[in-house]
């Protein structure tokens, strides 16, 4: 495993690099070998290892590195070659999942569990108390977060304060932070903070009559979900258009608007979508790439710092395909991942490029400048 970009909180694993360095050179996490899946937050990172433990590094200051205490880890080498993984309820996880401040754990029988910051009743217990900071609430005194009877578990989503789960029947459950109706309750109440929130009182999202949800996606204060039919449909804030609704009115937070919420425009058929903090792309069943709302540091990879989705005209066949050429053949995109303000793509021959800011190395360039 190699991360690049901002070390604030010794988030890079490297050990090598202290606290506020950054990296513009992709480089080793210290002490890891068997990575099978990673997640990035804001400020901290987490992998699963091929024996099903996960370790998390960076930032702890709300105990989501799952230690039992706010020590930051990774700005040592010593730090993290005496990194413990995180105690849980069962042995093996199937994945992990980091927002800013929490995280997230599928298991190996799709149930999960959720740690570190909870203000907002992000981690699904009923109530405001972080977990994972203090000693004896991992492993067994950590509680499922419950999803109703049965519910199991294919995809978690984490923005900044609030989570969405995919459940194998396709349908969408979220909870935490709803100031934006990033929950897509069509009101702005929090959920999962309280007693009696959670469980089959949390209800699902509604998608559309008898659609189903594939992929969900979640960063900032919006979601996004990818239907059966090979639309795509995105909710919450949309300060800068990253819904693709040609306007920057925020969706799911007012009476009757997701029912009413109409699926983006890409003039395809959608088999991913990722959101940024402030931008949203997707992935179309050719492998082209399209992506829209904020674009001051040039994440769209348009070649300008245009914004795109928040106004009329400007999506369906007038949103054109991210270009991506090699020396002789244009290359297709297998995957997309967003940051803040920038945005990186695995190709089909196993490259990757990244564009938008790269003040901190975030780009892997090994430069400051941005790109795209």
């Not at 029988?109 to 004896?136: A, E, F, M, V, Y």
């Not at 929090?190 to 999202?205: F, K, P, R, W, Y």
């Not at 300060?239 to 919420?261: H, I, K, R």
């Amino acid at each position: 495993m190699k991360c690049w970009g901002s070390n604030s909180d010794g988030q890079l694993g490297s050990g090598s690099f202290g606290p506020g360095v950054a990296s513009s050179t992709p480089t080793p996490v210290t002490g890891l070998s068997g990575v099978v899946g990673i997640a990035v937050g804001l400020s901290h990172t987490c992998a699963v290892l091929s024996n099903g433990t996960v370790k998390c590094w960076g930032q702890n200051s709300s105990g989501q590195l799952g230690q039992g205490n706010t020590t930051d880890v990774g700005s040592t080498t010593s730090s993290m070659l005496s990194l413990n993984h995180i105690r849980l309820r069962q042995e093996r996880s199937r994945a992990i999942y980091s927002g800013m401040g929490h995280t997230c754990a599928i298991l190996e029988d799709h149930k999960i569990q959720c740690w570190g910051k909870n203000d907002n009743g992000q981690l699904g217990l009923g109530d405001t108390t972080n977990r994972g900071d203090n000693s004896n609430e991992m492993g067994q005194n950590l509680p499922y977060v419950d999803l109703g009877s049965g519910a199991q578990v294919m995809q978690l989503a984490l923005g900044s304060n609030h989570t969405c789960a995919l459940l194998e029947t396709g349908v969408v459950k979220c909870w935490g932070d709803n100031y934006y109706g990033q929950l897509g309750k069509d009101n702005r109440n929090d959920l999962g903070d309280g007693s009696g929130e959670m469980g089959s009182s949390l209800t699902a999202i509604n998608l559309g009559t008898s659609r189903r949800a594939l992929k969900i996606s979640s960063q900032g204060n919006t979601s996004c979900a990818v239907l059966d039919n090979g639309t795509a449909k995105c909710w919450g804030s949309n300060s800068n258009g990253q819904l693709g609704q040609g306007s920057t009115t925020t969706l799911g937070d007012g009476t009757g608007e997701m029912a009413a919420l109409l699926a983006i425009d890409l003039n395809g058929y959608v088999i991913d979508v990722q959101v940024g903090s402030y931008h949203t792309c997707a992935i179309l069943d050719d492998n082209s790439l399209k992506c829209w709302g904020k674009n001051d540091e040039g994440q769209l990879g348009y070649g300008n710092i245009t914004q795109l989705g928040d106004g009329a005209g400007e999506m369906g066949s007038s949103l054109l395909t991210v270009s991506l050429r090699a020396v002789v053949a244009t290359r297709t995109v297998l995957s997309v991942s967003l940051g803040n303000a920038h945005t990186c793509a695995l190709l089909n021959n196993h490259s990757v490029k990244c564009w938008g800011k790269g003040l901190s190395g975030q780009l892997g360039s090994e430069s400051s400048a941005n790109l795209g």
